[in-house]
């Protein structure tokens, strides 16, 4: 059975750092492409980063420069490293893979049917 576990998120302060990790199993993450979403309350799922099989990543605009996705297949596990976060980074953030072109990943819900439980991550002082 495919799975996805995130974990990772809480409290942390404007300008600080989280890492959340995406565990799977049940299937070779590195062949899959992975993404990184993130919903606060009362707004849609927004795309944050994502990484291809091959390795090529994207992220949104609104955290460039700030996260970075990675993944580890030693372990069949992605991160996000979120680095100065700001208040507007809190939501829950959910992992998803699926089966994209080798070189491709996306920033859209669509492409993905396999999502993870979600993890809570609140920036505020």
């Known amino acids: 059975q495919l799975r996805l576990v995130e974990s990772g998120g809480g409290l942390v302060q404007p300008g600080g750092s989280l890492r959340l990790s995406c565990a799977a199993s049940?299937?070779?993450?590195?062949?899959?492409?992975v993404a990184w979403f993130r919903q606060a309350p009362g707004k849609e799922r927004e795309g944050v980063a994502c990484?291809?099989?091959?390795?090529?990543?994207d992220v949104a605009d609104s955290v460039q420069g700030r996260f970075t996705i990675s993944r580890d297949g030693a372990k069949n596990t992605a991160y996000l490293q979120m680095n100065t976060l700001k208040s507007e980074d809190t939501g829950e953030y959910y992992c998803?893979?699926?089966?994209?072109?080798?070189?491709?990943?996306?920033?859209?819900?669509?492409?993905?049917?396999?999502w993870g439980q979600g993890t809570q991550v609140t920036v505020s002082s």
């Open positions: 998803a893979a699926d089966r994209l072109p080798i070189s491709r990943c996306s920033l859209y819900v669509s492409p993905y049917d396999n």
């Open positions: 049940g299937f070779i993450l590195d062949r899959y492409a």
């Open positions: 990484i291809s099989s091959a390795g090529t990543s």
